[in-house]
Nanobody, 124 residues
């Protein structure tokens, strides 16, 4: 069982930055692939970024490539999402997720554990 708790959301102006954190419980954090998803009102949950066990490989949705960076610190059981050059269309609830497996997936159904989400609002 893995419990995930996100933090770092808030209100920011367009062009600004935020850093989201996701703290995981358990002693097997390094064996999980981690991902970030987001869901805007009236829209489906969508993949944002994923990261390999070691943190060496990151995967990104086209909409955030070059602006967002995912990273992890296995010693701290934490995964991060650095978001730069934020746009109003990035406004959503951001969720951290964990999955067993050997590669990051952009499909929400393939993730086993989810956090409660943190709101990110980008004003124009």
């Amino acid at each position: 069982q893995v419990q995930l708790v996100e933090s770092g959301g808030g209100l920011v102006q367009a062009g600004g930055s935020l850093r989201l954190s996701c703290a995981a419980s358990g002693r097997t954090f390094s064996s999980y692939i981690m991902g970030w998803f987001r869901q805007a009102p009236g829209k489906e949950r969508e993949f944002v970024a994923g990261i390999s066990w070691s943190g060496a490989i990151g995967y990104y949705a086209d909409s955030v490539k070059g602006r967002f960076t995912i990273s992890r610190d296995n010693a701290k059981n934490t995964v991060y999402l650095q978001m730069n050059s934020l746009k109003p269309e990035d406004t959503a609830v951001y969720y951290c997720a964990a999955r067993r497996g050997s590669f990051a997936s952009d499909q929400a159904v393939q993730y086993d554990y989810w956090g409660q989400g943190t709101q990110v609002t980008v004003s124009s």
